[in-house]
Protein backbone atom coordinates (compact mmCIF):
# COMPACT_ATOMS: atom_id res chain seq x y z
CA UNK A 1 0.00 0.00 0.00
CA UNK A 2 2.88 2.32 0.72
CA UNK A 3 2.98 5.36 3.34
CA UNK A 4 0.51 7.66 3.27
CA UNK A 5 -1.03 9.56 6.16
CA UNK A 6 -1.76 8.33 9.24
CA UNK A 7 -5.41 7.01 10.18
CA UNK A 8 -7.09 9.26 12.98
CA UNK A 9 -6.27 8.37 16.00
CA UNK A 10 -3.12 7.23 15.41
CA UNK A 11 0.43 8.02 17.14
CA UNK A 12 3.05 9.66 15.57
CA UNK A 13 6.47 8.93 16.54
CA UNK A 14 7.07 12.23 17.95
CA UNK A 15 4.23 12.04 20.16
CA UNK A 16 5.36 9.26 21.97
CA UNK A 17 7.74 11.48 24.31
CA UNK A 18 4.13 13.32 25.01
CA UNK A 19 1.98 11.54 26.39
CA UNK A 20 4.01 9.41 28.68
CA UNK A 21 2.51 8.65 31.79
CA UNK A 22 4.93 9.03 34.95
CA UNK A 23 2.81 6.94 37.61
CA UNK A 24 4.36 5.63 40.52
CA UNK A 25 2.55 2.23 40.70
CA UNK A 26 4.04 -0.09 43.72
CA UNK A 27 5.44 -3.71 43.03
CA UNK A 28 2.09 -5.01 44.23
CA UNK A 29 -1.07 -2.90 44.87
CA UNK A 30 -2.17 -3.38 48.01
CA UNK A 31 -5.29 -2.45 50.37
CA UNK A 32 -2.82 0.06 52.62
CA UNK A 33 -1.54 1.32 49.08
CA UNK A 34 -5.18 2.11 47.63
CA UNK A 35 -6.79 3.13 50.47
CA UNK A 36 -4.93 3.57 53.71
CA UNK A 37 -5.18 6.69 55.56
CA UNK A 38 -7.33 8.34 52.86
CA UNK A 39 -10.92 9.99 54.08
CA UNK A 40 -12.49 11.24 50.86
CA UNK A 41 -11.23 15.12 51.34
CA UNK A 42 -10.58 16.42 47.52
CA UNK A 43 -13.48 14.14 46.23
CA UNK A 44 -16.78 15.82 45.03
CA UNK A 45 -19.15 12.49 45.32
CA UNK A 46 -23.05 12.82 43.27
CA UNK A 47 -26.08 11.32 44.96
CA UNK A 48 -28.25 10.96 42.02
CA UNK A 49 -31.37 9.87 43.45
CA UNK A 50 -34.28 11.06 45.61
CA UNK A 51 -32.57 13.92 47.72
CA UNK A 52 -30.77 14.04 50.68
CA UNK A 53 -32.07 15.29 53.66
CA UNK A 54 -30.27 18.37 54.60
CA UNK A 55 -27.89 17.72 57.74
CA UNK A 56 -29.36 14.52 59.01
CA UNK A 57 -27.05 13.30 61.86
CA UNK A 58 -25.28 10.67 59.89
CA UNK A 59 -24.75 12.60 56.68
CA UNK A 60 -23.63 15.81 57.84
CA UNK A 61 -23.79 19.50 55.52
CA UNK A 62 -24.83 18.69 52.08
CA UNK A 63 -22.52 20.86 49.78
CA UNK A 64 -25.05 21.32 46.94
CA UNK A 65 -28.09 20.16 46.14
CA UNK A 66 -30.57 20.47 42.99
CA UNK A 67 -33.71 18.90 41.81
CA UNK A 68 -34.51 17.89 38.26
CA UNK A 69 -37.84 18.08 37.09
CA UNK A 70 -39.60 18.80 33.42
CA UNK A 71 -40.87 21.61 32.01
CA UNK A 72 -43.64 22.81 29.75
CA UNK A 73 -41.57 21.79 26.93
CA UNK A 74 -41.15 18.31 28.35
CA UNK A 75 -37.42 18.96 28.74
CA UNK A 76 -35.49 18.47 32.05
CA UNK A 77 -34.99 21.53 34.20
CA UNK A 78 -32.94 21.34 37.04
CA UNK A 79 -33.30 24.29 40.01
CA UNK A 80 -32.28 24.13 43.28
CA UNK A 81 -33.65 21.65 45.81
CA UNK A 82 -35.40 23.03 48.72
CA UNK A 83 -37.66 20.25 49.25
CA UNK A 84 -34.57 17.92 50.69
CA UNK A 85 -35.40 14.08 50.51
CA UNK A 86 -38.67 12.98 49.03
CA UNK A 87 -38.77 9.14 50.44
CA UNK A 88 -35.57 8.23 52.44
CA UNK A 89 -33.85 6.74 49.83
CA UNK A 90 -31.29 9.35 48.81
CA UNK A 91 -30.63 10.39 52.27
CA UNK A 92 -29.26 6.35 53.38
CA UNK A 93 -27.31 6.15 50.20
CA UNK A 94 -25.49 9.24 51.24
CA UNK A 95 -24.85 8.55 55.12
CA UNK A 96 -23.37 5.19 53.97
CA UNK A 97 -20.94 7.11 51.98
CA UNK A 98 -20.50 9.65 54.55
CA UNK A 99 -19.85 6.84 56.91
CA UNK A 100 -17.08 5.90 54.50
CA UNK A 101 -15.24 8.70 53.30
CA UNK A 102 -16.08 11.38 55.90
CA UNK A 103 -14.38 14.32 54.23
CA UNK A 104 -15.84 14.12 50.67
CA UNK A 105 -18.15 16.22 49.46
CA UNK A 106 -21.47 15.21 48.81
CA UNK A 107 -23.77 16.88 46.28
CA UNK A 108 -27.45 15.78 45.91
CA UNK A 109 -29.64 15.58 42.83
CA UNK A 110 -32.83 14.91 43.09
CA UNK A 111 -34.17 12.66 40.08
CA UNK A 112 -36.65 10.60 41.97
CA UNK A 113 -40.27 11.91 43.86
CA UNK A 114 -41.94 10.34 46.65
CA UNK A 115 -42.80 6.47 46.56
CA UNK A 116 -39.55 6.16 44.30
CA UNK A 117 -41.13 7.21 41.48
CA UNK A 118 -39.61 8.91 38.16
CA UNK A 119 -38.98 9.17 34.47
CA UNK A 120 -37.04 8.70 32.23
CA UNK A 121 -36.33 12.07 30.96
CA UNK A 122 -35.49 13.32 34.19
CA UNK A 123 -33.32 10.58 34.67
CA UNK A 124 -31.37 11.33 31.88
CA UNK A 125 -31.55 15.46 32.34
CA UNK A 126 -30.34 14.68 36.36
CA UNK A 127 -27.59 12.17 34.73
CA UNK A 128 -26.29 14.41 31.98
CA UNK A 129 -25.96 17.52 34.58
CA UNK A 130 -24.05 15.31 37.24
CA UNK A 131 -21.65 14.36 34.43
CA UNK A 132 -20.99 18.26 33.15
CA UNK A 133 -20.24 19.18 37.08
CA UNK A 134 -17.53 16.88 36.34
CA UNK A 135 -17.74 15.10 40.10
CA UNK A 136 -15.59 12.63 40.64
CA UNK A 137 -18.23 9.62 41.65
CA UNK A 138 -21.59 9.17 41.03
CA UNK A 139 -23.74 7.32 43.22
CA UNK A 140 -26.65 5.61 41.08
CA UNK A 141 -28.39 3.04 43.30
CA UNK A 142 -31.21 3.07 40.63
CA UNK A 143 -31.73 1.67 37.06
CA UNK A 144 -34.54 1.52 34.43
CA UNK A 145 -35.59 -1.57 32.35
CA UNK A 146 -37.28 0.70 29.52
CA UNK A 147 -35.15 -0.10 26.70
CA UNK A 148 -35.86 3.13 24.71
CA UNK A 149 -33.31 4.73 27.42
CA UNK A 150 -30.97 2.28 27.35
CA UNK A 151 -29.16 4.02 24.71
CA UNK A 152 -28.80 7.46 26.10
CA UNK A 153 -27.68 5.94 29.15
CA UNK A 154 -25.05 4.02 27.16
CA UNK A 155 -23.71 7.22 25.49
CA UNK A 156 -23.74 9.32 28.74
CA UNK A 157 -21.96 6.38 30.98
CA UNK A 158 -19.05 6.49 27.69
CA UNK A 159 -19.20 10.38 28.17
CA UNK A 160 -18.63 9.97 31.99
CA UNK A 161 -15.75 7.71 31.54
CA UNK A 162 -13.77 10.14 28.90
CA UNK A 163 -13.89 12.75 31.60
CA UNK A 164 -12.97 10.62 34.33
CA UNK A 165 -16.07 10.65 36.45
CA UNK A 166 -16.48 7.35 38.38
CA UNK A 167 -19.87 6.05 38.00
CA UNK A 168 -21.05 3.93 40.39
CA UNK A 169 -24.61 2.06 39.23
CA UNK A 170 -26.70 -0.85 41.14
CA UNK A 171 -27.49 -3.92 39.80
CA UNK A 172 -31.23 -4.47 40.36
CA UNK A 173 -32.47 -6.10 42.70
CA UNK A 174 -34.64 -8.86 40.60
CA UNK A 175 -33.57 -10.51 37.41
CA UNK A 176 -34.19 -8.22 34.75
CA UNK A 177 -32.44 -6.14 32.15
CA UNK A 178 -32.08 -2.81 33.28
CA UNK A 179 -29.56 0.32 32.81
CA UNK A 180 -27.11 1.91 33.08
CA UNK A 181 -25.52 -1.09 35.47
CA UNK A 182 -25.17 -3.57 32.60
CA UNK A 183 -22.74 -1.15 30.61
CA UNK A 184 -19.22 -1.86 30.88
CA UNK A 185 -17.99 1.88 31.28
CA UNK A 186 -19.58 1.78 35.11
CA UNK A 187 -18.61 0.18 38.02
CA UNK A 188 -21.80 -2.28 39.21
CA UNK A 189 -22.12 -3.67 42.17
CA UNK A 190 -24.47 -6.24 43.57
CA UNK A 191 -24.72 -7.55 47.65
CA UNK A 192 -22.96 -9.35 49.95
CA UNK A 193 -24.08 -10.22 53.41
CA UNK A 194 -20.77 -9.88 55.65
CA UNK A 195 -21.20 -7.03 57.88
CA UNK A 196 -17.76 -5.31 57.26
CA UNK A 197 -18.19 -2.14 55.45
CA UNK A 198 -15.10 -2.13 53.43
CA UNK A 199 -15.51 -5.80 52.81
CA UNK A 200 -15.82 -5.78 48.55
CA UNK A 201 -15.52 -8.72 46.15
CA UNK A 202 -14.99 -8.93 42.65
CA UNK A 203 -17.06 -11.43 40.55
CA UNK A 204 -15.40 -12.87 37.91
CA UNK A 205 -19.21 -13.49 36.45
CA UNK A 206 -20.33 -10.99 34.78
CA UNK A 207 -22.47 -8.88 34.45
CA UNK A 208 -22.14 -7.85 38.27
CA UNK A 209 -18.74 -6.77 38.66
CA UNK A 210 -18.70 -6.09 42.19
CA UNK A 211 -20.55 -7.37 45.35
CA UNK A 212 -20.52 -4.86 48.45
CA UNK A 213 -22.23 -4.83 52.04
CA UNK A 214 -26.06 -4.78 51.44
CA UNK A 215 -27.60 -7.22 53.48
CA UNK A 216 -29.16 -5.78 57.00
CA UNK A 217 -27.21 -2.76 56.70
CA UNK A 218 -28.38 0.20 59.32
CA UNK A 219 -29.36 3.08 57.16
CA UNK A 220 -29.80 6.72 57.66
CA UNK A 221 -33.81 7.95 56.62
CA UNK A 222 -36.50 10.81 56.80
CA UNK A 223 -36.40 12.67 59.64
CA UNK A 224 -33.15 12.21 61.43
CA UNK A 225 -34.28 8.44 61.72
CA UNK A 226 -32.18 5.12 61.12
CA UNK A 227 -33.78 2.11 59.24
CA UNK A 228 -32.43 -1.51 58.88
CA UNK A 229 -33.13 -2.49 54.99
CA UNK A 230 -31.12 -4.75 52.43
CA UNK A 231 -30.90 -3.97 48.58
CA UNK A 232 -28.57 -3.70 45.88
CA UNK A 233 -29.26 -0.13 46.20
CA UNK A 234 -27.25 0.14 49.44
CA UNK A 235 -24.34 -2.01 48.25
CA UNK A 236 -23.84 0.51 45.50
CA UNK A 237 -22.97 3.83 47.79
CA UNK A 238 -20.36 1.25 50.00
CA UNK A 239 -18.67 0.95 46.70
CA UNK A 240 -18.51 4.85 46.42
CA UNK A 241 -17.52 5.20 49.35
CA UNK A 242 -14.81 3.08 48.78
CA UNK A 243 -13.48 4.47 45.48
CA UNK A 244 -13.79 7.68 47.18
CA UNK A 245 -11.45 6.92 49.26
CA UNK A 246 -9.15 5.70 46.38
CA UNK A 247 -10.08 8.97 44.55
CA UNK A 248 -8.96 10.67 47.22
CA UNK A 249 -5.25 8.99 47.87
CA UNK A 250 -4.54 8.68 43.79
CA UNK A 251 -6.87 11.62 42.31
CA UNK A 252 -4.77 11.04 38.80
CA UNK A 253 -6.33 7.47 38.70
CA UNK A 254 -8.57 7.09 35.38
CA UNK A 255 -11.91 5.19 35.55
CA UNK A 256 -9.87 2.06 33.69
CA UNK A 257 -7.35 2.48 36.44
CA UNK A 258 -9.86 2.78 39.24
CA UNK A 259 -11.18 -0.37 38.79
CA UNK A 260 -8.36 -2.09 38.42
CA UNK A 261 -6.60 -0.87 41.49
CA UNK A 262 -10.92 -2.20 42.77
CA UNK A 263 -10.23 -5.85 41.33
CA UNK A 264 -6.41 -6.21 42.83
CA UNK A 265 -7.62 -5.25 46.40
CA UNK A 266 -11.02 -6.83 46.25
CA UNK A 267 -11.22 -9.66 49.29
CA UNK A 268 -11.07 -12.29 47.16
CA UNK A 269 -8.39 -11.26 44.78
CA UNK A 270 -5.54 -9.11 46.30
CA UNK A 271 -7.56 -8.98 49.96
CA UNK A 272 -6.36 -6.81 52.89
CA UNK A 273 -2.65 -6.96 52.62
Same mark, same amino acid.
Given at each position: ????????????????? !??????????????????? &???????????????????????? &?????????? &?????????????????????????????????????????????? @????????? &??????????????????? @?????????????? @????????????????????????????????????????????????????????????????????????????? @???????????????????????????????????? !??
Amino acid at each position: MGEGPLPAWSLPPEEIE !RIRVEAAWPERVTRAWAIE &GATGSGVRVCVLDSGVEPDHPRVG &GVQGAVAVSL &GEDGEPVVGDDAEGDTCGHGTACAGIIRALAPDCEIHSVRVLGAGF @TGSGPVLLG &GLRWAIEQGFDVINMSLST @TKRQFAEVLHELAD @TAYFKRTILVASAHNMPVESYPWRFSSVISVGSHAEPDSLAFFYNPDPPVEFFARGVDVELAWMGGGVIRATGNSFA @TPHMSGICALVRSKHPQLTPFQLKSVLHLIADNVGG !RT
